[in-house]
């Protein structure tokens, strides 16, 4: 999973007028194309990346600084609403629009399946006492790459810098942690060497799985700091609306040289309007602000 970036502060409850005046460059637009060269609003989804034009945009803010209203629309549809400078706005979810798994759902999902694989550990620790203490068979994985956490470790990869340092840090650890069983049920085979085993594993337990426990917390934590959503206003077609982007990463420019429009069959939503990508950069998906909702 590509874990999203963190959304800059910059960035965030800041009018459009502002992020022009700071980086807008001077608008070029030929008689054959749409107003294509500019700066734009850059964020990222799964895999895909996306580009909004900033002259479309009117605010941006957090999504704590809102508080939106679910309001019926039919039988089983609802939309969301707001109040911004006096006025009534809906609220869509871009994810939703698009019909593309939410990142703020799959970092959920990694929260919860963190906390899942740190229980698991604690569980490890107190099977391995109790087989050292009665002299039953230890039957959970012995092997680092062969427990849940390890399976899911070992092609676990994140472009969040942060998160992956604190990833990196959970290899040693969590290798020594496993490394205790078969040292220590050796250890008891002679039954003079049961105390030493026991104080060995509990000196263990405060230090190496300490360690470890507080590697799942700091990783938590940075997850935690991602699910930070941020409301983007738009104003196209004489009406005012807002997206919810689960974060959003700079401001680009853009130029009419950039731009690649798209076929047909790479379009398959009605605001795709092509790509933008400068000389061996990374690919864009371009954004209508007009079509993004129908």
Same mark, same amino acid.
């Given at each position: 999973?590509?874990?999203?970036?963190?959304?800059?502060?910059?960035?965030?409850?800041?009018?459009?007028?502002?992020?022009?005046?700071?980086?807008?460059?001077?608008?070029?637009?030929?008689?054959?194309?749409?107003?294509?060269?500019?700066?734009?609003?850059?964020?990222?989804?799964?895999?895909?990346?996306?580009?909004?034009?900033?002259?479309?945009?009117?605010?941006?803010?957090?999504?704590?600084?809102?508080?939106?209203?679910?309001?019926?629309?039919?039988?089983?549809?609802?939309?969301?609403?707001?109040?911004?400078?006096?006025?009534?706005?809906?609220?869509?979810?871009?994810?939703?629009?698009?019909?593309?798994?939410?990142?703020?759902?799959?970092?959920?999902?990694?929260?919860?399946?963190?906390?899942?694989?740190?229980?698991?550990?604690?569980?490890?620790?107190?099977?391995?006492?109790?087989?050292?203490?009665?002299?039953?068979?230890?039957?959970?994985?012995?092997?680092?790459?062969?427990?849940?956490?390890?399976?899911?470790?070992?092609?676990?990869?994140? *472009? +969040? !810098?942060?998160?992956?340092?604190?990833?990196? %840090?959970?290899?040693?650890?969590?290798?020594?942690?496993?490394? &205790?069983? #078969?040292?220590?049920?050796?250890?008891?085979?002679?039954?003079?060497?049961?105390?030493?085993?026991?104080?060995?594993? *509990? +000196? !263990?337990?405060?230090?190496?799985?300490?360690? %470890?426990?507080?590697?799942?917390?700091?990783?938590?934590?940075? &997850?935690? #700091?991602?699910?930070?959503?941020?409301?983007?206003?738009?104003?196209?077609?004489?009406?005012?609306?807002?997206?919810?982007? +689960?974060?959003?990463?700079?401001?680009?420019?853009?130029?009419?040289?950039?731009?690649?429009?798209?076929?047909?069959?790479?379009?398959?939503?009605?605001?795709?309007?092509?790509?933008?990508?400068?000389?061996?950069?990374?690919?864009?998906?371009?954004?209508?602000?007009?079509?993004?909702?129908?």
């Amino acid at each position: 999973m590509n874990a999203p970036c963190h959304a800059p502060s910059s960035l965030i409850a800041r009018p459009a007028t502002d992020l022009i005046e700071d980086c807008l460059m001077s608008q070029a637009a030929t008689a054959n194309q749409t107003n294509i060269a500019g700066s734009y609003l850059t964020f990222h989804l799964s895999q895909a990346k996306y580009a909004l034009p900033v002259d479309a945009i009117q605010y941006i803010t957090t999504r704590d600084a809102i508080d939106p209203h679910d309001i019926p629309r039919g039988k089983s549809e609802q939309s969301r609403i707001f109040t911004f400078q006096e006025e009534q706005i809906s609220l869509y979810n871009f994810s939703g629009l698009i019909g593309s798994a939410s990142q703020i759902e799959e970092c959920q999902a990694l929260i919860d399946m963190l906390d899942q694989r740190k229980q698991d550990h604690l569980d490890w620790m107190e099977a391995l006492e109790a087989s050292l203490e009665s002299g039953t068979e230890f039957s959970k994985a012995k092997d680092p790459h062969q427990c849940a956490f390890g399976r899911w470790y070992d092609h676990y990869h994140t *472009n +969040d !810098e942060e998160l992956r340092a604190i990833m990196v %840090l959970f290899d040693a650890p969590h290798k020594r942690i496993h490394s &205790l069983a #078969d040292t220590l049920l050796s250890m008891v085979k002679d039954e003079n060497k049961v105390a030493e085993a026991l104080r060995i594993l *509990n +000196d !263990e337990r405060h230090s190496t799985l300490k360690q %470890l426990l507080r590697l799942f917390g700091q990783a938590k934590s940075r &997850l935690s #700091d991602m699910l930070k959503p941020v409301v983007v206003i738009l104003h196209a077609n004489d009406r005012s609306y807002a997206v919810e982007l +689960d974060s959003i990463d700079q401001i680009m420019e853009f130029n009419n040289s950039h731009w690649l429009p798209g076929k047909e069959q790479d379009l398959k939503h009605p605001c795709y309007d092509g790509f933008l990508q400068k000389t061996e950069g990374e690919l864009y998906i371009r954004l209508e602000p007009a079509h993004l909702i129908t």
